[in-house]
């Protein structure tokens, strides 16, 4: 069956197109690239099995995925 991944989703989102912002990007290209790193962290996650609930997202996927 298809697990639904949606904890932490708002709190990735917010904190991500904060980081964005802060660097400087537009609000637009910020929002994009927030989104970007979000989707990747679900679907870092889609396989995770922890508790019996919603999956987490998988905050450290970028990193893993690109020498960080």
Known sequence: SEMCIETGTGCTLSAALA???????????????????LTGAIEAAKDETIGQGSGPVRHFWFCKTHGG
């Open 19 to 37: 980081v964005k912002l802060a660097e400087g990007k537009t609000l637009p290209v910020a929002t994009a690239e927030a989104k970007a790193y």
